[in-house]
T-cell receptor, first 117, second 112 residues
Framework: GAVVSQHPSWVICKSGTSVKIECRSL??????MFWYRQFPKQSLMLMAT?????????EQGVEKDKFLINHASLTLSTLTVTSAHPEDSSFYIC?????????????FGPGTRLTVL | GQNIDQPTEMTATEGAIVQINCTYQ??????LFWYQQHAGEAPTFLSY????GLEEKGRFSSFLSRSKGYSYLLLKELQMKDSASYLC?????????????FGSGTRLSIRP
């Protein structure tokens, strides 16, 4: 149980285009999903917290107009990188917290590697 | 502010024991996690400590001292496949009870 999927697993795009990444909890309902970014040889940096049916909460320094987050249902959150540039190239990982879970454990998706040319 | 510190790199020998330390200073606390991450993959859950003391799970054990803001991950009988990054993470901030913040990670290399 507690499987989180991401799609796509990797994407290459041209500078200026927008890219949408999906995060799905496959066998549980997720009240909260989190989006992280990880640059090579660095740790995970939390970008935003996404709650179903409400606006996402962004961490300091993360542009909400550039990284659009939609959490339309208890099993799906999407991250759209708008007008992507080479510096946005990174490994994007989502995680989900199960409804009613007491210990704050998050289940991670496999990640999406974005390369912007 | 929030600060989670752990060594950047460590090296150990196959079959040996290694301890990875983590210290934290955060605005709130509701538990400490250890995750393992192989290169190019997502983190996988290893352990969760919310009370002081040692939690043992097979070859891996994790210790927590809340008064000292300190945790360690102990890996026994090291195997080559244990070469990975180990991430210390804290949850339970005043701004968001469910948010988890990660330390910079410790890259562990196992030599034969």
């Amino acid at each position: 149980g507690a499987v989180v999927s991401q799609h796509p697993s990797w994407v290459i795009c041209k500078s200026g285009t927008s890219v949408k990444i999906e995060c799905r909890s496959l066998d549980f309902q997720a009240t909260t999903m989190f989006w992280y970014r990880q640059f090579p040889k660095q740790s995970l940096m939390l970008m935003a917290t996404s709650n179903e049916g409400s606006k996402a909460t962004y961490e300091q320094g993360v542009e909400k107009d550039k990284f659009l987050i939609n959490h339309a249902s208890l099993t799906l959150s999407t991250l759209t990188v708008t007008s992507a540039h080479p510096e946005d190239s990174s490994f994007y990982i989502c995680s989900a917290r199960e409804l009613g879970q007491g210990n704050n454990e998050q289940f991670f998706g496999p990640g999406t590697r974005l390369t912007v040319l | 502010g929030q600060n989670i510190d752990q060594p950047t790199e460590m090296t150990a020998t196959e079959g040996a024991i290694v301890q990875i330390n983590c210290t934290y200073q955060t605005s709130g606390f509701n538990g400490l996690f250890w995750y393992q991450q192989h290169a190019g993959e997502a983190p996988t859950f290893l352990s969760y400590n919310v009370l002081d003391g040692l939690e043992e799970k097979g070859r891996f054990s994790s210790f927590l001292s809340r008064s000292k803001g300190y945790s360690y991950l102990l890996l026994k009988e090291l195997q080559m496949k244990d070469s990975a990054s180990y991430l210390c993470a804290v949850s339970g901030f005043k701004s968001s009870a469910s948010k988890i913040i990660f330390g910079s990670g410790t890259r562990l290399s196992i030599r034969p």
